[in-house]
């Protein structure tokens, strides 16, 4: 590990575009500032986790054999942008599925299990690190956990009228504005950039 702190990341709808329980790496297309992001953190050597609800393994829609071949595959994309994805943390689970996964768990977001996981499994620190995600629930786990919280996308147009444990640190664009609040202090030095995304180089 570089020592930096870690960054936990939402998959869909923050590192790639959201396709609902797509696990198919053909289909797969990084998410609006998700490129230049990586390649930001991955230059100020931040370890990277992945933390993300994949219900669709619950529902019958894919399984965990297909997350490992999307983790191999994300690990990769990654890398070619200097990026360090230390783990993949995935939640098959949802009490309404349709086979073995279908259980009450401890890590569906917005619990903090896959956080709690990553810790255990891949030795990362969370003193410090963050958490980067597109919906409240993100933003709930990692708060849950004691990291500091970044919410991306539209959600963070209501993300100042969100109950105080769902509320995010920063609400910003997407992962490039995320990023730069992580790398550089962004919320002292451009506070306009901070709350509203705008003025971000893409």
Not at 40 to 55: C, E, F, K, M, T
Request: proline fraction near 6%; charged fraction near 25%; include cysteine.
């Amino acid at each position: 590990m570089s020592g930096r702190p870690v960054v936990f990341l939402d998959k869909d709808g923050t590192v790639v575009e959201d396709l609902p329980y797509n696990v198919d790496p053909r289909r797969v297309r990084l998410a609006a500032g998700a490129r230049q992001g990586l390649r930001l953190l991955g230059a100020a050597r931040h370890p990277l986790v992945i933390a993300s609800n994949q219900s669709g393994v619950a529902r019958g829609y894919a399984t965990i054999a297909d997350l490992d071949r999307l983790a191999a595959f994300l690990h990769e994309e990654f890398a070619a942008l200097g990026a360090d994805l230390v783990g993949a943390m995935w939640c098959p689970h949802l009490p309404e599925g349709v086979n073995e996964y279908a259980v009450e768990c401890a890590c569906r977001k917005p619990l903090p299990g896959l956080i709690d996981r990553a810790v255990q499994e891949l030795g990362v620190d969370p003193t410090g690190g963050w958490f980067v995600g597109d919906t409240w629930m993100d933003v709930a786990a990692g708060k849950a956990a004691g990291l500091r919280t970044i919410l991306v996308g539209q959600e963070r147009v209501t993300a100042a009228d969100l109950p105080e444990d769902r509320r995010p640190d920063h609400a910003v664009a997407d992962l490039l504005d995320a990023a730069m609040i992580i790398v550089s202090d962004l919320i002292a030095e451009r506070p306009e950039a901070a709350a509203t995304g705008s003025g971000a180089a893409r």
